[in-house]
């Protein structure tokens, strides 16, 4: 009797497992956090804890948006920012949905040719480092228009406890102390010397940031024309051209962030609203979902030979059709129907089969008649009064530009390289752009950001988001496949071993050691090329699901120091 149980126990263990060749889900679930109420979940504990204070205080998700975003920028400068940009979507809890974009724009002085030698040549650095990178930031005024719509404390009870973050400082951690040691030298360089972020910052240590407790004590008295129209915009300016920029103050005055109608398609069961153009995450999200949607991936396995197939190919066509249709929406033609259309996307997968990989040289953007950053940060937030939001904001590259405002406390973005610097050619994230994101004075750079708010049979069921540069697109992907197509957590599908693939270069960037062997050579047989070095850290997901219990999980991806607070 004992043999026969333990055989039947074996049996079923391989049964379970043979789906699933990079690791065995565990048949005990790793929750994350779970709370009855409220959650914020963020790329930092003191960001989380002051966004889940705000919440405690009688503040909704709009209010401990502008306490988390503001507090990322002060213990998390990596990427949480004054000087750059993001986007927002958020569910009411009357079921209302939007977006907010306040993506950086270019400087009206920009030129469509301005990274480009007297031989037509991309000039090396020029839109990635230093003060010619820099985008028009956005992030004080989405953050203020989000607040000053649907907030309900007022704005310098929200900013107080980010003030004294910054004034009393906070721990380095392990994790921050290798990266600054990384940039040391580049931040050195840029700035002609050494800044409050250097190599000599050891983990445990305190840091403080009294010049940035100034300048957000200034904004909360004075409001985001602090920044565009204030103090604040006169020193940010004079800084600006003092290191070569063609920043204006008549750019800061004229920039405003703008309510956009967000992407939102079917997907069995679930009803997905992600961020519209200039970002390219929803309407990316959704071709792929939409090309995989036929395919039956609970039954191939997770992260099984099949389901990689599956998404590889339909991911393949959805960024073709990114680099040639995709840009600014103010300032080219998007056909969002079309591209998102059953037909239009069945015909796109028309010439996959499961027997020989798609060579990228034959696939170019569909035929429609009549026609981001690894280095970005992501935070869900869902309130006591049922709202969500999905805000995803960056600098772009590590600590962007490398140039630091130290007057003012903090990093400007990189944003510019986001364009098209010269149509075809490939940007910092390997992307290849068109002229549809072509340089224009006051546009909108193209972006991967992709802020997505999941309903299930018309409730709230899911927020979330990540970094990760191009591969922000994919990681949304797999994390919401995680959940619904193969039954993880929300904490085993943010923590999940992910994958990607953007077209061009050609090849499957796979998280190294993360994956089988034997899975990596069926891969290679077939004729696709594995890469494990290009990106070792594919997307650092934050979200919350929704449980049947009506708590709510929260997902913070271990590949950070990503923490989710909550009551």
């Given at each position: 009797?004992?043999?026969?149980?333990?055989?039947?126990?074996?049996?079923?263990?391989?049964?379970?497992?043979?789906?699933?060749?990079?690791?065995?889900?565990?048949?005990?679930?790793?929750?994350?956090?779970?709370?009855?109420?409220?959650?914020?979940?963020?790329?930092?504990?003191?960001?989380?804890?002051?966004?889940?204070?705000?919440?405690?205080?009688?503040?909704?998700?709009?209010?401990?948006?502008?306490?988390?975003?503001?507090?990322l920028a002060v213990c998390y400068p990596y990427a949480g920012n004054l000087g750059g940009g993001g986007f927002l979507v958020y569910r009411m809890a009357d079921g209302t949905k939007g977006a907010l974009d306040y993506r950086e724009k270019a400087p009206i002085a920009a030129s469509k040719h301005m990274y480009l030698d007297e031989n037509g040549d991309v000039i090396k650095d020029l839109s990635t480092v230093g003060s010619m990178a820099i985008g028009v930031p956005g992030t004080i005024a989405g953050i203020f228009k989000a607040q000053e719509r649907f907030g309900n404390l007022d704005v310098q009870t929200i900013i107080k406890p980010v003030i004294e973050l910054a004034r009393n400082g906070y721990r380095v951690t392990d994790k921050q102390e290798k990266r600054i040691a990384n940039y040391d030298s580049i931040l050195k360089a840029v700035n002609g010397k050494t800044i409050i972020y250097n190599d000599s910052l050891n983990a445990g240590e305190i840091v403080v940031n009294p010049e940035l407790?100034?300048?957000?004590?200034?904004?909360?008295?004075?409001?985001?024309?602090?920044?565009?129209?204030?103090?604040?915009?006169?020193?940010?300016?004079?800084?600006?051209?003092?290191?070569?920029?063609?920043?204006?103050?008549?750019?800061?005055?004229?920039?405003?962030?703008?309510?956009?109608?967000?992407?939102?398609?079917?997907?069995?069961?679930?009803?997905?609203?992600?961020?519209?153009?200039?970002?390219?995450?929803?309407?990316?999200?959704?071709?792929?979902?939409?090309?995989?949607?036929?395919?039956?991936?609970?039954?191939?396995?997770?992260?099984?030979?099949?389901?990689?197939?599956?998404?590889?190919?339909?991911?393949?066509?959805?960024?073709?059709?990114?680099?040639?249709?995709?840009?600014?929406?103010?300032?080219?033609?998007?056909?969002?129907?079309?591209?998102?259309?059953?037909?239009?996307?069945?015909?796109?997968?028309?010439?996959?089969?499961?027997?020989?990989?798609?060579?990228?040289?034959?696939?170019?953007?569909?035929?429609?008649?009549?026609?981001?950053?690894?280095?970005?940060?992501?935070?869900?937030?869902?309130?006591?009064?049922?709202?969500?939001?999905?805000?995803?904001?960056?600098?772009?590259?590590?600590?962007?530009?490398?140039?630091?405002?130290?007057?003012?406390?903090?990093?400007?973005?990189?944003?510019?390289?986001?364009?098209?610097?010269?149509?075809?050619?490939?940007?910092?994230?390997?992307?290849?752009?068109?002229?549809?994101?072509?340089?224009?004075?006051?546009?909108?750079?193209?972006?991967?950001?992709?802020?997505?708010?999941?309903?299930?049979?018309?409730?709230?069921?899911?927020?979330?988001?990540?970094?990760?540069?191009?591969?922000?697109?994919?990681?949304?992907?797999?994390?919401?496949?995680?959940?619904?197509?193969?039954?993880?957590?929300?904490?085993?599908?943010?923590?999940?071993?992910?994958?990607?693939?953007?077209?061009?270069?050609?090849?499957?960037?796979?998280?190294?050691?993360?994956?089988?062997?034997?899975?990596?050579?069926?891969?290679?047989?077939?004729?696709?090329?594995?890469?494990?070095?290009?990106?070792?850290?594919?997307?650092?997901?934050?979200?919350?699901?929704?449980?049947?219990?009506?708590?709510?999980?929260?997902?913070?991806?271990?590949?950070?120091?990503?923490?989710?607070?909550?009551?």
């Open positions: 009797m004992m043999r026969t149980a333990l055989f039947l126990l074996i049996l079923l263990t391989f049964s379970n497992c043979k789906n699933e060749p990079t690791a065995v889900i565990s048949q005990t679930k790793n929750r994350g956090l779970i709370t009855e109420s409220a959650m914020v979940v963020s790329a930092r504990k003191e960001a989380s804890e002051i966004g889940a204070a705000i919440l405690k205080q009688g503040g909704n998700a709009f209010d401990a948006m502008m306490a988390t975003e503001l507090a407790a100034k300048t957000l004590e200034r904004l909360a008295i004075n409001g985001a024309d602090e920044f565009y129209k204030g103090e604040t915009a006169q020193k940010l300016v004079d800084f600006l051209n003092s290191k070569g920029s063609i920043i204006t103050i008549e750019d800061l005055n004229k920039y405003e962030a703008k309510w956009r109608d967000p992407i939102t398609f079917e997907y069995d069961d679930l009803t997905i609203t992600s961020m519209s153009p200039p970002s390219s995450g929803g309407i990316c999200l959704g071709q792929i979902m939409k090309m995989i949607e036929p395919y039956d991936l609970e039954d191939y396995g997770h992260n099984s030979f099949k389901t990689i197939q599956v998404l590889v190919e339909a991911e393949k066509r959805a960024y073709a059709d990114r680099s040639h249709y995709l840009g600014d929406p103010d300032f080219v033609d998007i056909p969002v129907q079309a591209l998102l259309s059953d037909i239009y996307l069945e015909d796109r997968m028309q010439k996959f089969s499961f027997g020989n990989p798609t060579p990228v040289d034959s696939i170019s953007h569909g035929h429609i008649v009549g026609y981001e950053s690894e280095e970005t940060t992501h935070y869900s937030i869902v309130d006591q009064f049922g709202n969500a939001i999905a805000v995803t904001t960056t600098l772009n590259g590590g600590y962007g530009s490398k140039l630091f405002a130290d007057e003012l406390g903090f990093f400007l973005n990189n944003e510019m390289d986001d364009f098209s610097s010269k149509p075809g050619e490939p940007n910092y994230y390997g992307l290849i752009g068109a002229e549809a994101n072509s340089i224009a004075p006051e546009k909108r750079m193209l972006s991967s950001m992709t802020p997505t708010i999941i309903e299930k049979d018309g409730d709230f069921y899911m927020t979330l988001g990540t970094p990760g540069g191009s591969t922000i697109i994919t990681s949304v992907l797999q994390t919401i496949l995680n959940v619904h197509e193969f039954g993880l957590t929300m904490q085993e599908a943010v923590d999940a071993p992910r994958f990607h693939n953007q077209w061009l270069p050609d090849e499957i960037r796979m998280e190294p050691d993360s994956f089988n062997n034997e899975l990596k050579k069926q891969l290679e047989e077939l004729g696709y090329f594995i890469n494990e070095t290009k990106t070792p850290v594919i997307g650092k997901v934050d979200g919350i699901l929704k449980l049947d219990t009506g708590q709510f999980e929260g997902g913070a991806d271990h590949r950070g120091d990503d923490t989710a607070v909550g009551f």
